[in-house]
């Protein structure tokens, strides 16, 4: 029977979670390609740590001897930071493999570079685990691509911020000592940087936004704003009004543009996201035929990441995973996003005088409103008072607070 010859660059959490499934599936592997899977090389930093590792497999810190070796067929990466990643992936695409890929940011980067490369070879490039961990929301927008056209994809992309605003409301707990939970639980790294200021959603997001779209916005027209501005006053709030904070990654294509955002933003519990708590994750992704879908389940961890990649691995082997580069010509349509009215939660002191177009609904505090503006309403709101702070509620007419008889209109 002949083999497919991997090499997994990298053994940390992923890498290694990588290795134990290709061991303890080899059965399905076989029957679903026919061939057996086998680990020829690993590559690390630190060949000095003990690793539970067979004798026959190459490791190694040298990638020029992975190269070197005679058949290779699928290189999977788990290694961390966009250098050496992309040079050694793209290395590896010159030599006619096959990559697969759980680097965000690398990929938020380089992404295009490698599909256009891979494409130019002949080679097949998987990133499901850039996207969501566990949740296979790449293949379920390629499976719907080939005829629904989906108009927008918002999503909870990062388990850890999720995770703080959970503790904080069920806990009513700081959001520095919910951080410090995160970290203690090994959600958070010891620099959280790229997950509480929104950082690792964005370059999820704008992964997404190439899958569905076939472009990227501009990256600098992207608001993205992290959770540290929510404050357990705020969240106390939100819970008066039956509404929970979310951190909302959103993408959509409106009048051929791409608009996206990565912001907190206020669900009540008809939202899916309402009920997504601690780390998961959740992908909601709206198409015009079969209308909106959620997906949800655990964003990171060994063997969440392990199965997308694995499942990659099986259709990079079929060849089945095609770049989706004529997207844009075959989705070149104009966004069907039903347009629907805005409500926001502001906090801070507002002279409601000075603001005549806004309708303001619920006082919730004396610094804290519900209120039905336009965007454009907002942002005059906003050029007049720039210390105002504002969340957007997700949904339409029929959120629950907007008919309780509390929210009477001011
Ligand atoms: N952890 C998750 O749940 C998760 C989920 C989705 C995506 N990801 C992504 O997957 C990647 C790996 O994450 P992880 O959590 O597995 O990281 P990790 O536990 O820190 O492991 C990183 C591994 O890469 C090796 N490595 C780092 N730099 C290297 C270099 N320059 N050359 C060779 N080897 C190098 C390290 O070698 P040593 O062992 O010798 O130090 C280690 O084995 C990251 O890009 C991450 O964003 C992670």
Known sequence: ????????????????????????????????????????????????????IREDVLLTTNFQE???????????????????????????????????????????????????LAKENGVSVGYEATVAGGIPVIQTLRQLLNIN????????????????LSEMREKKQSFAESLRQAQAKGYAEADPTND????????????????????????????RQGITAITSELIEAAEKLKLRFKHVAS???????????????????????????GAENAVNVHSDIVGR?????????????????????????????NSRQNIKKTADWRGQIRKQKDYWLLQGFVEK???????????????????????????????RQPEICYFQI??????PILNKPTATVI
């Open 293 to 321: 879908i959620t997906l949800q389940g655990p964003g990171a961890g060994m063997y969440p990441t392990a199965s997308a990649m694995i499942e990659d691995l099986v259709y990079v082997c079929q060849s089945k995973l």
């Open 353 to 383: 005088t000075k603001h005549p177009e806004i309708t303001w609904l619920d006082e919730v505090t004396d610094s804290i409103f519900i209120i039905e503006a336009g965007k454009e309403d907002l942002k005059g709101l906003l050029g």
């Open 394 to 399: 997700l949904g339409d007419e029929n959120l």
């Open 66 to 116: 992975i190269l070197r070796l005679p058949q290779l067929d699928v290189v999977i990466e788990a290694i961390v930071d966009k250098e050496p990643t992309f040079t050694y992936l793209k290395q590896a695409i010159g030599k006619g493999c096959h990559i697969i890929t759980a680097n965000k940011e690398m990929f938020a980067h380089h992404g295009k570079e490698l599909l256009d």
């Open 149 to 164: 056209r989906v108009s927008q994809i918002q999503g909870i992309l990062n388990g850890t911020s999720n995770f703080i």
């Open 1 to 52: 029977m002949s083999v497919i010859k991997v090499a997994i660059l990298g053994f940390g959490t992923v890498g290694e979670g990588v290795y134990r499934t290709i061991q303890s599936h080899a059965q399905e592997f076989t029957a679903v390609l026919g061939k057996k899977v086998e680990v020829v090389a690993i590559l690390v930093k630190n060949i000095q740590k003990e690793r539970n």
């Open 196 to 223: 509480i200021e929104g950082f690792d959603a964005f370059y999820k997001a704008m992964i997404l936004s190439r899958i569905a779209f076939g472009e990227e916005p501009d990256w600098q027209t992207v608001e």
């Open 251 to 277: 993408i959509s294509k409106e009048d051929e543009q791409i608009i996206a955002s990565v912001k907190p933003i206020l669900v009540g519990d008809e939202n899916p996201f309402y009920h997504v708590e």
